[in-house]
Every structure is written in C-alpha cells, then in structure tokens.
C-alpha cells in the first residue's frame, strides 16, 4: 500500500509564525480534535501519536529526541513540553485542600504588573522635612531602607515545601535517580531562580507553601532564567510575565503562554522536520554514493546510445540503453530525496552513529535513560564530549557507505518510502523513454 502518486515529503521549516497565530491555530485544530497535519505528514505518524507511543521505530518518542538533540539542537523546547505535560497531571492529582494554597492565572495581570514594574520607582516617596519632622517618633514615621542579602533574596528560607499533612514534598525526586546531587545543587538552583527573579524585578518573596515550589524553582534556573542549562527561546517580555506568574502562584496556567510557545514550535517546525528526517534510510556517505550511482548509470545509458547509434546495427537495439537510463535516474531521483534504492529493497535502514556505539548489552531504552535527554531537570545537551563522536570521526569512508543496517519497523514509514520509489520508477521510465526516443530518430552512423 503506498500513498498517492503526487505526495510530496515535509518541507523543511526554518522559522515559525508569532505567537498570536499560534494561539489561534491551536485552539482551533488540537482542542477541537482534528489537528491540522503539515504537508507531506499521515495520520500515522502525527505530533500527538508520537508523543503519546503510538508509532514504532525510528519514529518513537525516543528517536524524535535524538533528533532534537544531535541533528536540530533544541531538544529543551521536547524536554520542557514532556515536563509540562508530566506536571499538569501530576498537579491535577493533588488533594482539593493543597490545590486551594494554589490560584490560577491570569496573564493579563501579569503582563500589568510588569508595566508597573517597570514604570514606577523602586524606593518608597521622601517625605518633606517638615511632616517628618512630625511623625518622628510616631508609628507614621517613614522607615529607614535596609538593605541585606537575607531580606534580598527569596530563596533564603529554607527550601522545604510543607504539604497539607505535614510531609514534605519529595515530588522533585522523581525526576533525578542521585538524590545527593540534587541536594549538592540545590543551593546553586535557589540562587539561579532568584536571580532571575531580581532580574525580572520581582519584590517580594515567592509563595513557598504552595506544592512543588521547589521543582518550580529548579525549572526556572534550568529553563527560564538566562544562562540556564537548557534555555528556552523566550523574549524578554514572555520571560517576565512568566516569572511574575510563578512568584504568585505554582499553579500549571503560569506556564500557558509559554508552553503554547514551545508546543507550537514542536508541532510546526520541529515534527515536519523530523519526519522528513526519517525518511532519509542512509547517512549521508551513502547516499552520495547512491547519488554517483545514479550518475554513472546515467552516464553508461548515454554511452551505450551513442555507440549503437554511431554503428550499423539497426534502430531497436538503441531501446538497450534506456535499461542504464531507468536504473540511473530512479537511483538518483530517490537519492535526491534521501534514500538509497538498495537499502529500500530491504526496507532497511542505516543505524545513526550515537546508535552504532551503545553497548550491545544495552537496550536501547536503558542508553537513552543513561543518556539523561529524558530527564526534564538533568544537565546541558550538549554532546560534544560523548565518546562516540571520535569513534565514528575514525571510521573510513568505505565503512561508513555500508554501515550497519536494521529493519525499518514503523509501517507508515515504509508507505512513505514505498510512494517515493514509485514515483523515482515513474519519473524515470518517463525520461527514459524521451531520451531513447531523441537517439532513435537519429539516423545510422554506420562508423563500424
């Protein structure tokens, strides 16, 4: 079963729209439950069914990412979203009298509040010396202005989060297996979100006896504040308001305006780029490969012709050549678009080079866990000291041509590429034909 003649792969996205648009968009196709899929992307293989596992490999979850981190480099905007996601469940799952400590928000607010504070004065109004010299003394007296780190900072309590039952919350515990390294960092976290509070000019102290302000804090310093580990692509204005939000409240609406910003950016740019990722079965050795393939067949075609036509033998045998034309041109029409014909066949695909190193005693789950990308408060993903880039940088050209391969296990992955063959078979018996039609109207050579 393949898909229509005329289907065209994803195009590549470079950039995505404002966030109005976006907003607009989503609350038209995802809440209404018929998502509006990008061009060239089957029901199969959409944003939410990835997300959800229901695709196979090299189209899971896990693969997309792999992706974001080694090919697009903006695997926070997936890390943030799956956290999100994970903590508006987990928030909903709170007893009525702990969700009580927690309000929601309102952006409009915020967004006043930080015109506010950037408008009006941040020490209180001088009295004139005549009226202080009259509340001298009283209760009215106008208050010295003292300055320390203590009062400064809105993490200096301690960072514990009362539940209502007197517990405290260990909710951040799942999201790291060392709890000692999480106490090490805890101070350095604190001090990261308080900055960036200070930065967004926030003035009183944030709530800590709502649940989970202390994952809050540690998604601030890893996410929001700048020079975190895993940045998001925040204006400063988007960055403000969010961080006025948390300060009031922990509640999952804080992170609405954000978090439709990043899902907009998984689903609009992100997944058409990935699924057009997939369809590529070689690494790029490969394909060049397939590529001069394509052209040397092209090239014996054309040779072929112009022997048969220089001689005496007559004007059927020049149809032979179109056998190197068919085999040249859909070899390079298909390597054109990423696939090699060969590996097609098989329906295989070559393994990626962080796939060829994992220890085989490995699943590949358990590699990625080890990896820590799937852990929403874990380190930079940055890649770049990982052991298998020198170990693929030694393999020689021949090697990385016919690197190992593994069975393509997703079926709609495979209709994809089953269309984009036919359609590289079509194009080229159709060029073929005028081709060896142009050397049969010419007459004999008769050269030998």
């Known amino acids: 079963m393949v898909y229509q003649l005329a289907y065209r792969r994803p195009a590549y996205v470079t950039s995505t729209i404002s966030y109005a648009e976006s907003e607009k968009s989503i609350d038209e196709s995802v809440s209404s439950g018929s998502p509006d899929l990008p061009s060239g992307i089957p029901d199969a293989l959409s944003f939410d069914r ?31 979203y799956l956290w999100y996601r994970d903590y508006s469940k987990r928030f909903s799952e709170l007893s009525p009298n702990e969700q009580a400590l927690v309000p929601k928000w309102n952006f409009e607010k915020a967004e006043n509040e930080v015109l506010t504070a950037s408008n009006s004065s941040t020490l209180p109004k001088k009295l004139d010396p005549e ?41 951040y515990t799942e999201w790291s297996d060392d709890l000692s390294t999480m106490k090490s960092d805890e101070k350095s976290f604190s001090k990261k979100a308080a900055g960036a509070f200070e930065a967004a000019d926030v003035k009183w102290q944030p709530f800590t006896i709502q649940p989970f302000r202390e994952e809050i804090s540690r998604i601030i310093a890893t996410y929001i504040s700048d020079g975190g580990v895993r940045q998001l692509n925040l204006s400063s204005k988007e ?28 689903r609009r740019q992100a997944h058409p780029n990935f699924v057009r990722w997939t369809i590529c079965n070689g690494n790029r050795p490969r394909v060049i490969f ?48 990423g696939m090699c014909v060969v590996l ?4 295989h695909r070559h393994l990626r080079p962080w796939e060829l ?34 170990k693929y940088e030694k393999r020689n050209i021949i090697r990385k041509v016919f690197d190992r391969e ?33 050397f049969v109207a010419f007459p004999k050579g008769r050269f030998y």
């Open 131 to 171: 009226t202080s010299a009259i509340f001298k003394g009283t209760d009215f007296a106008q208050p010295k202005v003292v300055t320390s780190e203590k009062n400064s900072n809105p993490f200096h309590t301690p960072p514990v989060t009362p539940m209502s039952d007197g517990r405290e919350s260990t909710a």
């Open 344 to 347: 097609h066949g098989m329906h």
């Open 290 to 337: 397939a590529r001069g393939l394509g052209l040397a067949g092209i090239i014996g075609g054309i040779t072929a012709a112009v022997l048969i036509t220089l001689s005496n033998a007559g004007r059927g045998w020049r149809v032979l050549s179109a056998i190197g034309f068919v085999i040249g041109i859909a070899t390079l029409i298909a390597a054109w678009k």
């Open 50 to 80: 990835i997300i959800s596992g229901g695709t196979c490999p090299p189209c899971t979850t896990r693969d997309f990412m792999n992706y974001l981190v080694y090919i697009e480099r903006a695997a926070e905007n997936l890390q943030f």
């Open 357 to 390: 190193f994992a220890d085989e005693d490995d699943t590949s789950s358990v590699y990625e866990l080890k990896k820590g990308s799937f852990d929403s408060l874990g380190s930079s993903n940055s890649y770049e000291d990982e052991p298998w880039i020198a």
């Open 239 to 266: 960055r403000a308001a969010l961080l006025h939000a948390l300060a009031n409240t922990t509640h999952p609406t804080a992170f609405r305006n954000v978090a439709r910003t990043v899902e907009w950016s998984l």
């Open 406 to 438: 593994v069975w393509i296990q997703e079926p709609a992955l495979r209709q994809i590429q089953d269309t984009i063959f036919l359609q590289a078979v079509g194009g080229s018996v159709v060029l073929s034909a005028i081709i060896v039609g142009i």
